[in-house]
């Protein structure tokens, strides 16, 4: 029997699969997450972490990793050449063979994709935009924050949310039906208690309050609230950007093009109005014809896929 591995690895977690000759999955664990950029020691850091993952799950299965015949990886922070060749050279070093580095929006590609050729835009704590065309050349867009123009992950519609009410409330700005909806979820009823939710939003509770703000944004949304959906507008708008760039940079073949969708903003959240919106704005962009894919299973079976089709 041969094993193969699948590492999706995140910001906040890392997820680990080991499958046989059939696809299945053998064993799963999950640690921490193991994008450098977030460690104090880097990549030292971050190796570490993935190795120590890669030794638990197979021994769960009651395999080493010498009975491990491939193994994949997609790694956030992995964006460029000198990123890939450190982290590749610290896994050598702790004694990993046969594998292979790519950064994790490429495998939500060959998750989701029906042909291995797609474009896959996630939207979760982060934005990126990750493409692999019918000829195997990969272009990765988008993943640098403000730098490179990102809109429509969880921190930015979070941020953006706290600013709309920050502005209604301090500055007499136009309303959203977004304040009256968070002074309710978080029990406050003054600005100076809504001030002092930013000590959440930097401490332990963060994650609590910016889902709360997430959860408020689309249902005010749905709700028609004008300021927030002039923000959709935004998302929708640099999403068509995004995937009309790789339809335009790339070689898709076939009469349809594949679109991936990935992240808890575009498959977890009730945000059908922006996807609505983000396929109107990528027909208007774009003349070529498109297929919207909604990721229903973990993006680590994009490596088994990947493996299959490309180093079994």
């Known amino acids: 029997m041969n094993y193969y591995i699948g590492v999706d690895g995140g910001g906040t977690k890392t997820e680990?699969?080991?499958?046989d000759d059939n696809k299945k999955i053998v064993a799963t664990i999950k640690t921490a997450g193991s994008n450098h950029e977030n460690y104090e020691r880097a990549f030292d850091e971050a190796s570490e972490i993935i190795w120590d993952g890669l030794n638990k799950l197979v021994s769960k299965a009651g395999i080493t990793l010498k009975d491990v015949r491939f193994t994949l990886m997609g790694l956030?922070?992995?964006?460029?050449?000198?990123?890939?060749e450190i982290m590749s050279n610290k896994l050598k070093a702790f004694g990993l063979e046969n594998f292979e580095i790519f950064n994790d929006g490429f495998i939500v590609v060959k998750a989701g994709s029906e042909t291995g050729a797609a474009i896959g835009y996630n939207c979760g704590t982060g934005t990126c935009c990750n493409a692999i065309d019918s000829t195997g050349k990969m272009l990765q867009l988008a993943g640098l924050g403000d730098f490179s123009g990102d809109v429509g992950n969880g921190h930015w519609i979070a941020i953006t949310s706290f600013k709309?009410?920050?502005?209604?409330?301090?500055?007499g700005l136009q309303k959203t039906a977004m304040t009256q909806m968070f002074y309710d979820e978080f029990k406050i009823n003054s600005r100076?208690?809504?001030?002092?939710?930013?000590?959440?939003?930097?401490?332990?509770?963060?994650e609590k309050y910016i889902m709360g703000l997430i959860d408020i944004f689309f249902k005010a949304a749905n709700t028609?609230?004008?300021?927030v959906l002039e923000c959709i507008e935004k998302m929708a708008i640099r999403g068509a950007e995004l995937i009309?760039?790789?339809?335009?940079?790339?070689?898709?073949?076939?009469?349809?093009?594949?679109?991936?969708?990935?992240?808890?903003?575009?498959?977890?959240?009730?945000?059908?109005?922006?996807?609505d919106l983000l396929k109107k704005k990528v027909s208007e962009k774009c003349k070529r014809t498109f297929k919207f894919i909604k990721l229903d299973k973990p993006p680590v079976t994009g490596c088994v896929n990947w493996i299959f089709q490309s180093y079994r």
């Open 16 to 19: 680990y699969a080991l499958f």
């Open 76 to 84: 956030a922070g992995i964006d460029h050449l000198f990123q890939y």
């Open 244 to 275: 009309t760039a790789h339809t335009n940079q790339l070689t898709f073949s076939g009469d349809c093009i594949e679109v991936v969708l990935s992240g808890s903003i575009h498959t977890k959240l009730p945000s059908d109005i922006y996807i």
């Open 192 to 206: 100076e208690q809504f001030i002092g939710t930013l000590a959440e939003l930097e401490g332990e509770n963060a």
């Open 224 to 227: 028609g609230d004008k300021q």
């Open 164 to 171: 709309l009410i920050y502005d209604e409330v301090y500055l």
